[in-house]
């Protein structure tokens, strides 16, 4: 083993945090820019479905609570690019390998959004989801990628709470607003579970990953932690989750749930999902409509470093 091997060896068993300058095996660094890629590419498209809401919020309250958390999207997305530039990867680059269609993002955003119910149901099911899956990489090997899920995941919290807080609100309306809750939990239950990944047999990267530290958990274990904390979440709603197989194992001290269904969330992986062309499509007719503001952004910088250079 070379120096820096042992030094990066040391840096995991002491449980501390990799910095850009340490020196890590090409693997590592290639799975880190993998997950935090993809990771970043959720949060953007992440936007959409939500976004499409934005003008139809039902009150003005509504409307400034969502604009703010899809903002906070935006933001993350820009913290993850920036965390995976540490790593020598360009941001341009990733742009390009997300509507190219080479790199993935979070199944869960190829699902739409019917009606605003769903709005709260993202907060409570899929920013739920998300805190579950996101605590863990608080400690994350990665330094700058540990430190970026710290304030993703207090914003998480708040997006959480406000979807949840809606979907109270709505259950203690009408009937129709009931029966909006009912149908938006019943949709995004069984995607929400599968934003966990693969079953842990059928899961290529956690081995490796979890040896490195990058995660902490497998996909089941997160998965069945999510089943256990939203059960009695869905009670105090007054929602049903929609699998009649949910029940205690008091044997387990878990929650035991139905059989999620692989094969939709490969055909959503593999971009055969609802929503797949759409996201992809917008997303990149957004970048095309913004190349003006690149390159006057570039222009600018030009043109203020050969004035510096004048002056020097
Ligand atoms: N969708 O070996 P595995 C958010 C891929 S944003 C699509 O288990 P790994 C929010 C996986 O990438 C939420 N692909 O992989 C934003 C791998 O493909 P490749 C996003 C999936 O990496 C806006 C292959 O399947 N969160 O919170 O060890 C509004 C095999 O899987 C999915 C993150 O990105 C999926 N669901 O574990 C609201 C968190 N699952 O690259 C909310 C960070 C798996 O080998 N990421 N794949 O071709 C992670 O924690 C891990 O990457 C995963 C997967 C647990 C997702």
């Not at 995991?12 to 590419?41: C, F, N, S």
């Not at 499409?52 to 003005?60: E, G, H, M, Q, V």
């Not at 929400?192 to 047999?201: E, H, K, R, T, V």
Request: proline letters at 5%; aromatic letters at 8%.
């Amino acid at each position: 083993m070379t120096d820096l091997q042992e030094h990066f060896q040391r840096t995991l068993d002491r449980d501390q945090r990799l910095e850009p300058r340490d020196w890590v095996p090409d693997g590592y660094r290639k799975t880190m820019i993998r997950q935090i890629a993809q990771h970043a590419h959720s949060e953007i498209i992440g936007m959409q479905p939500e976004g499409n809401w934005i003008t139809r919020a039902p009150s003005l309250r509504r409307k400034a609570i969502l604009l703010a958390k899809v903002q906070d999207e935006a933001g993350h997305g820009l913290y993850l690019y920036s965390a995976a530039e540490t790593l020598g990867a360009e941001r341009a680059e990733l742009t390009e390998k997300l509507i190219d269609g080479k790199q993935k993002y979070s199944s869960i955003f190829n699902y739409p959004t019917l009606n605003f119910a769903d709005v709260g149901v993202i907060g409570w099911l899929v920013d739920g989801a998300a805190i579950c899956n996101q605590v863990p990489l608080c400690r994350c090997s990665y330094g700058p990628y540990a430190r970026a899920m710290i304030r993703i995941c207090k914003e998480e919290s708040f997006h959480q709470r406000q979807g949840y807080e809606l979907l109270m609100t709505m259950m203690r309306g009408t009937d129709a607003q009931r029966r909006m809750v009912q149908d938006a939990t019943d949709r995004w239950w069984w995607p929400s579970l599968m934003m966990f990944g693969p079953p842990d047999g059928d899961s290529p990267n956690t081995e490796q990953s979890m040896a490195w530290k990058i995660k902490r958990h497998t996909n089941d274990e997160l998965r069945q932690r999510f089943v256990d904390m939203s059960v009695p979440q869905a009670e105090a709603l007054g929602a049903t989750l929609p699998d009649p197989s949910l029940c205690w194992n008091a044997e387990r001290g878990h929650y035991d749930f139905g059989e999620i269904d692989w094969s939709e969330f490969k055909q959503v992986v593999r971009g055969n999902g609802p929503c797949n062309a759409q996201r992809v499509a917008h997303r990149r007719a957004a970048h095309d409509n913004g190349a003006w503001v690149r390159e006057a952004a570039l222009a600018h910088a030009a043109k203020h470093s050969a004035r510096e250079e004048a002056a020097a």
